[in-house]
């Protein structure tokens, strides 16, 4: 599917890597790199999830893409069909995303923390036609939760789960692993006109005051957004990554899947957080060139000493609310190079080196180039300021056209997309027009994030509303998460109960634990705790 109009450039046949796609770019390191390791899970899996960890050669995980491949195309799901995708950080997400692309379809990651409630809303907007996952996440049933969705999201036509013991009518995807032959991928049910790398590759869902929105892109998009992560960073061939970033965003796949696949290197995965692990996978045999952490928690990290021995050469660290990056502190690791990485929700990424002095480098008004400063670097994005001092953001990884097509008349949520290609990211901002500069200094209004769970929060006060009309909810800052919810009601466990029940994300489900004197405070578990 190629949202651009026929006439348009980039949905014409071009010369060079601009016709790539993801998959194809997979296929030729596995050709040039078959017995190298690939992909890697953390060793602590069996605490979060199902299964022993996996540790595949870039041979065996090309074989596992195709046997997921060749299970899409054998179920009759047709070209172009959109398939949900809701893993724990693991390698069956990796290969998951991957066996899709090469199916040739249309890769549609959920966040793991979305319950039903979000994960019914989205799928039901894109029309998705199967959604994969896996047994158990942690001691939840994360294969009933996607049966109860299935059930509400009437194009779903299959779940499919890795895993033991999954439910009767789930379709298991564990013994494409151990399959001795493999039937081949069945060819396309259509020819795919121009471009291939101009066809869609995935789906991410951004929110919006209004509800979800979904954000189509193209492998040229998605490998933009890649590649000015991976010049910046200044990876070599051939690195070894370590990552506690899921791929289900944009900047999931940004700073996971794609600087992966363009390096050729070594992928392990970290499924957060657990920091005496994290620590043992970059010291011990997976010994990483870069690790792909959040910016506030490196910095704690850094504070805690455990970056001053041995430590990764490079450090990715996102930041889902760039406004806190201007009042970071100074980076202090001399060895450790950091590259910060600003989220403007599902629009785009950009990424910057510190400096010698370890202050963060301003965004430059204009032309986001990779890696700045280089002769001959590449243009990924490009950043302006909008009237109402808000960042817009067009470009080579900006989404050109809303998805489904026509969803810019449907009255549903969606992507307003500017007459020059400018999409306002909703974060205010303060120029610099002397050096051509802006500073993020706030984050979209009514929109709340928790550790880069986004809500909007009118709607979860509608939620409550029908609840308890006594329920109230509100949003304080905080240094790790960014955000974090506070609720209050008379029967605080009784609202528990029925925000669980009505399927809301667990994050909105904590806020309402006993803070009084005596009770012991409930964390926020990670996603193996749901």
């Known amino acids: 599917m190629i949202l651009d109009e026929p006439a348009n450039s980039e949905a014409q046949p071009q010369q060079g890597a601009s016709r790539v796609t993801i998959d194809e770019i997979f296929r030729r390191v596995a050709q040039r790199r078959p017995e190298a390791l690939a992909l890697a899970d ?16 870039f041979a065996q995980a090309d074989r596992a893409v195709s046997a997921i491949a060749g299970r899409l195309r054998h179920m009759q799901l047709p070209t172009d069909a959109i398939v949900g995708i809701q893993l724990p950080n693991i390698v ?63 194009s ?30 069945p060819p396309l049910d259509r020819e795919r006109a121009s471009n291939p790398a101009a066809h869609l590759a995935a ?77 043992g996978q970059w010291r011990g045999d997976d010994r990483c060139g870069a690790l792909v952490v959040p910016g506030p928690v490196a910095f704690r990290l850094a504070e805690a000493g455990v970056f001053s021995r041995t430590g990764p050469a490079c450090v990715l ?20 190079v950091l590259v910060d990485v600003s989220i403007f929700g599902e629009i785009g990424v950009v990424a910057a080196r510190r400096g010698p002095v370890g202050r963060p ?7 986001i180039v990779a890696p700045r400063g280089s002769p001959g670097a ?17 470009g080579p990884m900006v989404p050109h056209h809303n998805f489904p097509p026509g969803a810019d008349r449907s009255g549903l949520p969606h992507l307003a997309i500017g007459r020059a290609g400018l999409i306002d990211t909703g974060y205010t901002c303060r120029l610099d027009p002397g050096a051509r500069t802006l500073a993020i200094t706030g984050a979209p209004p009514g929109i709340v994030n928790v550790g880069g769970y986004r809500f909007p929060l009118h709607a979860l006060q509608d939620t409550l509303g029908c609840l308890d009309t006594g329920a109230t909810l509100a949003t304080l800052p905080d240094p790790l998460l960014g955000q974090r919810l506070i609720g209050n009601a008379v029967d ?18 904590e806020a309402f634990h006993d803070r009084s004197e005596g009770h012991a405070q409930p964390r926020i578990r990670n996603a193996a705790g749901r």
């Open 42 to 57: 953390a060793p602590n899996r069996k605490t979060f999830t199902d299964g022993a960890p996996r540790r595949l050669t």
């Open 92 to 154: 069956e997400n990796i290969l998951a995303i991957l066996g899709v692309m090469r199916a040739g379809m249309i890769a549609a990651p959920l966040p793991l923390l979305w319950r039903r409630a979000d994960a019914v809303a989205a799928l039901t907007r894109v029309g998705a036609k199967a959604l994969i996952t896996i047994g158990h996440v942690g001691s939840f049933n994360h294969c009933q939760l996607a049966m109860r969705v299935a059930a509400e999201v009437f």
């Open 156 to 185: 779903i036509r299959y779940v499919c789960g890795f895993g033991a013991d999954l439910p009767d009518g789930v379709v298991p995807f564990d013994d494409l692993f151990t399959a001795e032959k493999l039937d081949p991928v």
């Open 203 to 279: 789906i991410t869902f951004d929110i919006g005051e209004a509800g979800v929105v979904p954000v189509a892109r193209s492998h040229l998009q998605l490998l933009a957004g890649g590649l000015g992560v991976l010049l910046e960073s200044r990876l070599v061939q051939d690195a070894t990554m370590l990552s506690t970033l899921a791929p289900s965003s944009f900047a999931g796949l940004c700073l996971t899947l794609l600087p992966w696949l363009l390096s050729g290197g070594k992928l392990s995965l970290h499924h957060p957080f657990d920091p005496p692990v994290l620590v």
């Open 317 to 336: 660290a996102p930041w889902r609310s760039p406004e806190r990056l201007g009042t970071s502190p100074d980076w202090r690791e001399r060895d450790t």
């Open 361 to 367: 480098t301003p965004i430059p008004f204009g032309g």
């Open 378 to 394: 590449v243009v990924v994005a490009e950043v302006t300021a909008t009237a109402h001092g808000t960042v817009a953001l067009r």
């Open 492 to 509: 605080r466990y009784a609202v528990q109960a029925a925000l669980n029940t009505a399927g809301v994300n667990p994050i909105v489900a």
